[in-house]
């Protein structure tokens, strides 16, 4: 694939790795997310004045820990507001919020997950706005159990009515104009939410196979997910794609819900589908299987072979992935997929503890 350097850039590495960089690197982070199964520091906790979500995920491929870390070009600015902490540079914001529902008593028509989402999302608004990046173009959300039900509903649906919630308080579309997302589930650990936003509107870019997510029937609870499949975005002369995390679902229904085979294969069907959405609407088609860097989520760490061997069967090589542990927002999906593309992103050394 042949691009124009993006100004945005990634890396991964463990975080014994990130804590040990020169300052110099470390200068450059937007922000960074890190997956562990253990309580260890995260760079922020080290001390580091970098914005960056621990997740407690166990990473299921090589090592104990792996961060993702995003880089921006030019001197950056950081800074705290609320909950949220920050870095930007003239073109993308990075932030991270961590809310323990504890903080939120049970209402008599919110619940604590509920409250601590919409709180979230309108202090993230909030903070857009008064820096002047109003657009976003991809959130990662982390809820602990988010396929357990309390106060009589699943509380997968009740962060999709904490999220609606505060889109609508702040005047945001809830349909067409929606951001990339996912959400998923660990076992413990308070709401965590990390998000990308620019001075430039993304393309939200949405899957034929698929109904958009928006537009859900309410058999899926009593608001839809705000998310778009995949948000394009126009980063300098580069052009960058978020695909939003992606499961065996066509239309609106859950495919082959025993057969992890079967829900990868389904699961890359759709990927596919999304590029060539984004290809038609690039500036030149140049998006493909194997360009993209992926993350994919593992609802039972036994299936890691099964999925690794269909994904590098479909894409025709090893692709650039890593292997998280994680529940999906379905009870019955297996796995789900997300990736970026149409920047750098490098494996660097030290990427395994």
Request: charged fraction near 20%; proline fraction near 6%.
């Amino acid at each position: 694939m042949r691009d124009t350097v993006s100004p945005l850039h990634g890396a991964n590495l463990s975080i014994a790795a990130f804590l040990k960089q020169p300052a110099q690197w470390k200068n450059s982070v937007l922000g960074a997310l890190c997956f562990s199964a253990d309580a260890g520091e995260s760079p922020m906790q080290a001390g580091m004045d970098v914005p960056c979500m621990r997740v407690p995920m166990q990473r299921l491929d090589d090592g104990d820990s792996i961060c993702e870390v995003w880089h921006g070009s030019g001197q950056l600015t950081q800074g705290q507001c609320g909950a949220i902490h920050y870095r930007h540079d003239d073109d993308v914001l990075f932030g991270v919020i961590v809310l323990p529902e504890t903080m939120f008593a049970t209402g008599a028509d919110k619940t604590p997950l509920q409250q601590a989402t919409e709180s979230a999302y309108r202090q993230v608004f909030a903070l857009l706005d008064t820096l002047r990046y109003p657009y976003l173009f991809r959130f990662w959300n982390y809820i602990a159990d988010i396929n357990a039900h309390s106060f009589g509903l699943e509380r997968y649906r009740q962060f999709n009515q904490g999220r609606q919630d505060a889109f609508l308080a702040h005047g945001r579309d809830v349909v067409g104009n929606v951001p990339a997302a996912c959400a998923l589930g660990s076992a413990q650990g308070p709401l965590t939410i990390a998000f990308l936003a620019g001075r430039v509107a993304p393309l939200n870019i949405e899957n034929p196979r698929q109904i958009s997510a928006y537009q859900y029937p309410q058999e899926y609870g009593p608001r839809s997910p705000t998310f778009s499949r995949a948000s394009l975005v126009r980063l300098g002369q580069a052009e960058v794609l978020f695909v939003s995390g992606t499961a065996s679902i066509v239309g609106h229904a859950t495919l082959h819900p025993t057969d992890v085979v079967a829900q990868t294969r389904e699961t890359m069907a759709n990927i596919e589908a999304v590029l060539a959405q984004a290809n038609r609407r690039a500036s030149q088609p140049k998006f493909d299987l194997a360009s993209l860097h992926y993350k994919v989520y593992v609802r039972h760490a036994a299936d890691l072979a099964q999925i690794r061997n269909e994904l590098e069967r479909i894409v025709g090589t090893a692709p650039h992935a890593i292997y998280l542990q994680a529940d999906v927002c379905r009870q019955d999906l297996l796995v789900e997929i997300e990736a970026t593309a149409g920047h750098p992103f490098v494996f660097m050394p030290g990427n395994r503890d």
